[in-house]
């Protein structure tokens, strides 16, 4: 049963092209509504390559649910490695902070990956500004996230929490 969704869009002259998994684990997260890979066109015949990730609600402050989330954390770790090194980005709906996941930890710890809303005074912006306003919570949160990979982070030009309501939680 698909509990979720995904969606990716670029601006014309970009476009999306969809990867297929070529592991089993990514094809079941592609399957329940949780994982996306594509490649965004950047012009000159480059690309990015790029995952998508929705984490399962409440990862935050329920045990299991952060699980759930690590496993398809783990998944999507399965799925790059089976792909040519180069620029990498993880975005998406985490549902949870990053040291709530292992998986997205290591990567940020032990792989040299950057969370940029971490960063955002690199590009005169805050640091860790919220992504999330609910309905029931007291505050906003930090739950969407960008993580870039090694090869991507000097590559980065600029960064923004943009605040909209066109798509409310």
């Not at 979720?4 to 592991?23: E, F, S």
């Not at 399957?31 to 012009?43: E, S, V």
Request: charged share 20%; with cysteine; glycine share 12%.
């Amino acid at each position: 049963r698909n509990l979720g969704g995904m969606a990716a869009i670029a601006r014309y002259p970009h476009h999306i092209i969809k990867v297929a998994a070529k592991t089993k684990e990514f094809q079941e997260g592609i399957d329940a509504g949780r994982l996306q890979h594509f490649l965004y066109t950047c012009g000159n015949g480059h690309t990015l390559d790029c995952y998508n990730l929705y984490g399962y609600t409440g990862a935050h402050g329920s045990r299991s649910q952060a699980k759930k989330t690590n496993i398809i954390c783990s998944a999507l770790k399965g799925e790059m490695g089976s792909h040519p090194k180069g620029p990498v980005c993880i975005l998406g709906d985490v549902n949870a902070d990053p040291a709530d996941i292992s998986q997205l930890q290591d990567l940020l710890d032990s792989e040299g990956w950057n969370d940029l809303g971490a960063h955002g005074q690199r590009w005169g912006q805050p640091g860790q500004e919220y992504t999330c306003v609910t309905s029931g919570a007291r505050k906003p949160t930090r739950r969407d996230y960008i993580f870039v990979n090694p090869d991507l982070w000097p590559l980065v030009s600029n960064f923004e929490v943009v605040h909209s309501d066109a798509f409310p939680t």
